[in-house]
C-alpha cells in the first residue's frame, strides 16, 4: 500500500469537459510533485510545491492548472486537454524540497482524453 | 545539468539467476543517485539511495546498488531474482544545485523468466 493516495485511479474525459485530479499524503511532508508519464517513458515533472506554494512549474500548459489547499493536499484541474494529454498522472511528495530527498510516489490517475 | 543513461532497455533473465542493470550519469557537481521500480499499473517505489558514505548501498527485496565515482555509475544488482521482479526501473540522479529535481533515466524492463 502506498502512503500517498491519489484518486480517482482511472479518469475518461472529453476534451471540452472540466475534472480534477486529487493527491492526499499524511507522512508530514512539505514538497509535493506532478509527474505525466506516457507509457514506457519515464515519469517527466510539471509542478512543484514546497511549503504550499509553488515552486518549479516545468513550463506546463495553461490547460494543467495545480493546487495546494493544505500542506497534505494537491490537486491538478484539468480544462480543455488534448488527447495527447492522455497518460498516467503521478503525484509525489517528498519530507522536504532538497536533492538529497527521496520522493514518495502514489499510484496515479491514468487519464485517457477522448 | 545531469543526465542519466541506462544502455539496457530491456533485460530478460531466468528464475534464479543474477542481473545487473546498469545506470550511468553526468554532472558537474557531487551527486544523489537512486533506484525505483514501478510494477504494472503501480506507481514508482523506492528500492535504494545513495547520498554519501559507503559506496555500497542496499536496498529492499534483496538489491544493492554501486556507486562508483570514476565511472560514473550506479549500477543495481540483485544475486537471485524471482519472477515478482519483473518490473521496470528506473535510475534517476539529482545534484546539489538547490532547485534541480530528479533526471530519470528511461528505464529498463526486467523480465524474469520461470
Known amino acids: 500500500d502506498t502512503e500517498v493516495t491519489q484518486t480517482p485511479k482511472h479518469l475518461v474525459m472529453g476534451m471540452t469537459n472540466k475534472k480534477s485530479l486529487k493527491c492526499e499524503q499524511h507522512?508530514?511532508?512539505?514538497?509535493m510533485y506532478w509527474y505525466k508519464q506516457k507509457a514506457k517513458k519515464p515519469p517527466e515533472l510539471m509542478f512543484v510545491?514546497?511549503?504550499?506554494?509553488?515552486?518549479i512549474n516545468e513550463s506546463v500548459p495553461s490547460r494543467f492548472s495545480p493546487e495546494c489547499p493544505n500542506s497534505s493536499l494537491l490537486n491538478l484541474h484539468l480544462h480543455a486537454l488534448q488527447p495527447e494529454d492522455s497518460a498516467l498522472y503521478l503525484c509525489?511528495?517528498?519530507?522536504?524540497?532538497?536533492?538529497?530527498?527521496?520522493?514518495?510516489f502514489g499510484d496515479g490517475t491514468r487519464l485517457s482524453i477522448l | 545539468a545531469q543526465s542519466v543513461t541506462q544502455l539496457d532497455s530491456q533485460v530478460p533473465v531466468f528464475e534464479e539467476a543474477p542481473v545487473e542493470l546498469r545506470c550511468n550519469y553526468s554532472?558537474?557537481?557531487?551527486?544523489?543517485l537512486f533506484w525505483y521500480v514501478q510494477y504494472p499499473n503501480q506507481g514508482l517505489q523506492l528500492l535504494l539511495k545513495?547520498?554519501?558514505?559507503?559506496?555500497l548501498v542496499k536496498g529492499i527485496n534483496g538489491f544493492e546498488a554501486e556507486f562508483n565515482k570514476s565511472q560514473t555509475s550506479f549500477h543495481l544488482r540483485k544475486p537471485s531474482v524471482h519472477i515478482s521482479d519483473t518490473a521496470e526501473y528506473f535510475c534517476?540522479?539529482?545534484?546539489?544545485?538547490?532547485?534541480?529535481?530528479?533526471?530519470f533515466g528511461p528505464g529498463t524492463r526486467l523480465s524474469v523468466l520461470p
Open positions: 510545491y514546497s511549503y504550499e506554494k509553488l515552486s
Open positions: 507522512m508530514g511532508h512539505r514538497a
Open positions: 545513495y547520498l554519501s558514505g559507503s559506496t
Open positions: 534517476a540522479v539529482s545534484d546539489n544545485n538547490y532547485g534541480q529535481n530528479f533526471v
Open positions: 554532472s558537474s557537481v557531487s551527486v544523489y
Open positions: 509525489a511528495s517528498s519530507q522536504e524540497l532538497g536533492n538529497n530527498q527521496p520522493q514518495h
